[in-house]
């Protein structure tokens, strides 16, 4: 991907609490947009077993994976739980989702750079 901003979904395409998904320089991108109706990007793979988050929604603005809810946090990727839930000596840790910039304007979505990957 690019450094660039890339537009790819009109707005009222992208809602929540479901997903979107689109494709940004070639790459498999899911849009959507949370509760105080900010628009958030970030892939389409939970690290947890390697399964699509396509089916997924959002819980509490978090992304909710479909499989196991495993949950992360749609702006920075980072893995909530069981992360944040579990202590460190009862779980694996698990390492988060990528997550993109992205921004609504002018009746359009745009995607920009992906941010770093948290640990």
């Excluded at 702006?75 to 997550?99: L, S, Y």
């Amino acid at each position: 991907m690019s450094e660039s901003w890339e537009r790819v979904a009109r707005s009222a395409e992208v809602t929540g609490p479901r997903f979107l998904r689109v494709e940004v320089g070639g790459r498999p991108v899911l849009l959507t947009r949370l509760s105080d109706g900010s628009v958030v990007a970030f892939g389409t793979i939970c690290p947890h077993q390697g399964l699509p988050l396509d089916e997924g929604s959002l819980w509490e603005d978090e992304v909710d994976c479909p499989h196991h809810h495993y949950t992360y946090d749609p702006h920075t990727g980072e893995n909530r739980f069981p992360k944040h839930v579990v202590p460190g000596r009862r779980t694996r840790t698990v390492p988060g989702i990528d997550a993109f910039a992205a921004r609504d304007e002018g009746g359009w979505v745009h995607v920009g750079p992906r941010r770093r990957r948290p640990d």
